[in-house]
């Protein structure tokens, strides 16, 4: 008979504070902005756009070169307009303080040729900002009465960390604009250079060859230039127009009429900086934001939350009377976010409490497959595993855009994205819960469990490896036990480091086409992952936690969450409940010491599911800024080397 697991920890009880209403969450709902508003400026958007586009037809001409030359508020005007589109899905009030911004900057910049579009377009945004700002306003006073405005403290809610996702995100985009400047300068030094050497001369057009591109020829010397232009239709064949000819450089010719403008890569580099600065905002408003509502101060409301996998459906602490249709009223986003904290939270593997147990038994080699339809069967995981909604508690911003924490009987979850509107079928009636769904047992812990008919594994499926149990254990090893691997495979991991970015420089600087470049630089990358498994993987061993450290990541989780440790040779194989894959840790020594340490593992995790001796709860938390920091170092090499391999470093 295997052994059975000690019974997991009670399910942690919810804050007492009031329910969110039916006729309360009807109303809440009710007094959000309606979407089309969003819609509305959008529209208004691509019209102002078009518009000035078909309006703007004066030609270019000698006599004003600035016209067509280069614009120093392009810039800052085009990375405006751009926001707008860009922020009005999920951060309206924000899209449309940008709009108005760009109008406005176009009117006093009187670079507009319909300035009543384009004053009509800044007040329907300032009027879309106000009308959604009053809708959160709104909200916020709803759910606050609803709270009886009573605060709500969640002190075992963890610190949000900063996600490497994000952190790394913007790191790159700050490369990016790096590199961008850094071509712009380059293409403003060479056209400088250029125009101090040029004289001006007469030319003929001899062709038009299409939309962006005229033949000239110099009439005193009879060369030839193919010129790229803003557009044809000024130019005929035969009209003589003014050029700028460089002695020094035969190759080079500008017209005067259209001098060279090198702001586009002055707008990538503000764009790439105000895309990083959003994202490095947004983490810090959430790290503000939790910070706040586990010192207090933000309202806390009972609710029912569903779990779709990459969201929770907020629905109000009790179903409608009257038969009514039970509707989210809200979604919170799970999507990069870490995994609340306790004892049968839902998986990477899209496992639901009960599943994640079942799994559990399978890895430690207590059952031969696990009761698990999404094991035998992940086709239809989606539509199978709608166990309904749970109790639970919403607080902090309670309106449209605001951060909340959710509490459950897990623990603590913070969300990785901000309260927003149910979209799409989410505003639909709640589907009633799947009646050809095997059942779970009711205690993973009862004997004799048998798959289900039809629920039999594959041929050959089995976990890799062989279960290391508590009871190989010779002696308890002295905690905190760091394990990593041997002195000689850091060593190896830091030279494959060394030559990946060396190859990756190598190859940026000796091959002529980027396009082979962009299918080569996958070889030095790959090399750089395997040199960073063996020198920044490692385990350690806390008394109520374990650390994982994998690709730079650190995983940090109770001993509760993990299912157990297996061998496979020298390396342990470890999985928990949240992660998709396991994490492979070593080699050691030898088959043994592997075998210690997971043994080690299995110690403290029976310890730690042993209620009488169950240490204090620890919150799953995942940091991972140093995984990104491998590739930011290679990215920065590649760039290096691109600027070493450009004409500007001639």
Do not use: K, N
């Not at 105000?274 to 959430?286: C, F, I």
């Not at 609710?303 to 009257?322: C, F, H, K, S």
């Amino acid at each position: 008979m295997p052994p059975v697991p000690p019974a997991p920890l009670p399910p942690v009880p919810l804050p007492p504070v009031l329910p969110l209403a039916p006729g309360t969450a009807a109303r809440w709902r009710d007094a959000r902005a309606p979407i089309w508003v969003r819609w509305c400026i959008l529209a208004l958007w691509i019209v102002q756009l078009v518009v000035g586009l078909e309006a703007d037809t004066a030609p270019c001409t000698p006599e004003d070169p600035s016209y067509c030359g280069p614009d120093p508020m392009f810039p800052v005007w085009f990375v405006l307009l751009l926001g707008t589109p860009a922020l009005l899905p999920r951060r309206p009030v924000a899209g449309c303080v940008l709009g108005a911004a760009a109008a406005v900057l176009e009117l006093l910049a009187h670079q507009t040729t319909e300035p009543a579009v384009t004053a009509g377009f800044a007040l329907a945004c300032v009027a879309a900002a106000l009308w959604h700002r009053g809708a959160r306003a709104a909200q916020a006073r709803i759910a606050t009465d609803a709270a009886g405005g009573i605060p709500l403290t969640v002190p075992q809610l963890a610190r949000a960390p900063w996600r490497p996702t994000r952190v790394g995100a913007a790191a790159l985009l700050a490369a990016a604009s790096v590199a961008a400047a850094g071509w712009y300068g380059y293409e403003v030094h060479r056209e400088q250079a250029h125009v101090a050497r040029a004289v001006e001369v007469r030319a003929t057009v001899l062709d038009v060859r299409d939309e962006f591109t005229v033949v000239v020829e110099v009439r005193d010397t009879g060369q030839r230039l193919d010129l790229e232009v803003l557009e044809t239709l000024p130019y005929r064949v035969g009209q003589e127009v003014p050029l700028l000819v460089d002695p020094a450089d035969p190759g080079w010719g500008r017209l005067v009429a259209e001098p060279h403008d090198p702001t586009m890569w002055l707008a990538a580099v503000l764009a790439a900086l105000g895309g990083a600065a959003a994202l490095l905002w947004e983490e810090a408003s959430r790290r503000r934001a939790v910070d706040r509502i586990r010192a207090g101060g933000r309202p806390g409301l009972r609710v029912r939350v569903l779990d779709e996998g990459d969201r929770l459906l907020v629905l109000a602490a009790d179903p409608p009377p009257d038969g009514a249709d039970d509707r989210p009223v809200a979604v919170v986003p799970l999507g990069w976010g870490a995994p609340p904290a306790g004892d049968g939270v839902s998986g990477g593997r899209g496992f639901d409490g009960a599943e994640e147990e079942l799994f559990g038994r399978w890895w430690r080699g207590e059952i031969d497959f696990p009761d698990d339809p999404v094991l035998a069967d992940d086709e239809d995981d989606d539509e199978e595993r709608d166990a309904g909604p749970e109790p639970a508690v919403l607080a902090g911003s309670l309106h449209d855009g605001g951060w909340v924490a959710v509490v459950t009987a897990s623990g603590a979850l913070v969300p990785a994205g901000r309260l927003r509107a149910p979209r799409g079928e989410e505003r639909g009636p709640l589907r009633p819960a799947s009646e050809d769904r095997p059942s779970a047992p009711a205690s993973p812990s009862s004997e004799g469990m048998e798959p289900p008919e039809g629920m039999e594994p594959p041929e050959g499926f089995e976990p890799p490896g062989e279960p290391v149990p508590a009871g190989v254990l010779r002696a308890e090893p002295e905690l905190p036990l760091l394990v990593r691997p041997r002195g000689p495979r850091r060593v190896l991991g830091a030279v494959l480091v060394a030559v990946a970015l060396a190859g990756a420089a190598a190859v940026v600087l000796l091959v002529q086409d980027w396009f082979v470049v962009a299918g080569l630089l996958l070889i030095p990358a790959q090399v750089l992952r395997a040199g960073a498994v063996l020198l920044a993987s490692a385990v350690r061993l806390h008394p109520t936690h374990l650390e994982v450290l994998h690709l730079g990541e650190v995983e940090r989780l109770p001993w509760g969450r993990l299912h157990g440790a297996r061998r496979d040779g020298r390396r342990l194989l470890l999985a928990w409940a949240g992660r998709e894959e396991p994490v492979s840790v070593g080699p050691f020594r030898g088959a043994e010491e592997a075998t210690q340490v997971g043994a080690a593992m299995a110690v403290l995790r029976e310890r730690a599911l042993t209620p009488q001796v169950a240490p204090g709860a620890v919150q799953a938390t995942s940091r991972g800024a140093a995984r990104w920091a491998w590739w930011a170092v290679f990215a920065a090499v590649v760039v290096v080397a691109g600027f070493l391999r450009s004409p500007v470093a001639g």
